[in-house]
Nanobody
Framework: QVQLVESGGGLVQAGDSLRLSCAAS????????MGWFRQTPGKEREFVAG????????SSADAVKGRFTISRDNTKSMVYLQMNSLKPEDTAVYYC??????????????????????????WGQGTQVTVSS
């Protein structure tokens, strides 16, 4: 079983920056593909960014490209989402997600980064990000 705990959300103004953190436990961090999703009331949870097992590759949604950066530190079992130039439309609950990959291809970085919610089996409780205009 994998546990994920997010932190770092809050209320900021448009143009500000925030860094979200996600602490993973229960499995070796290097065996977890990780991602960030967000959700607003009445809407489906949407992919924000994902990162490969070793952090060498990332994927992000068009809406956040150039503003948000996902990274990971497997020595600390942590994943981060650096959010710059925040906009009011970034307001949402942000969720950390993980999928366990006990068997990996060679090279390991060739594994695809999931972008659909049903490709992740573990979720954090979410952290609220509110961006005021």
């Amino acid at each position: 079983q994998v546990q994920l705990v997010e932190s770092g959300g809050g209320l900021v103004q448009a143009g500000d920056s925030l860094r979200l953190s996600c602490a993973a436990s229960g499995r070796p961090a290097s065996s977890l593909l990780m991602g960030w999703f967000r959700q607003t009331p009445g809407k489906e949870r949407e992919f924000v960014a994902g990162i490969s097992l070793n952090g060498g590759r990332t994927s992000s949604a068009d809406a956040v490209k150039g503003r948000f950066t996902i990274s990971r530190d497997n020595t600390k079992s942590m994943v981060y989402l650096q959010m710059n130039s925040l906009k009011p439309e970034d307001t949402a609950v942000y969720y950390c997600a993980a999928t366990w990959k006990p068997i990996v291809p060679i090279p390991v970085e060739s594994m695809a980064i999931p972008i659909e919610t049903n490709e992740y089996e573990y979720w954090g409780q979410g952290t609220q990000v509110t961006v005021s205009s």
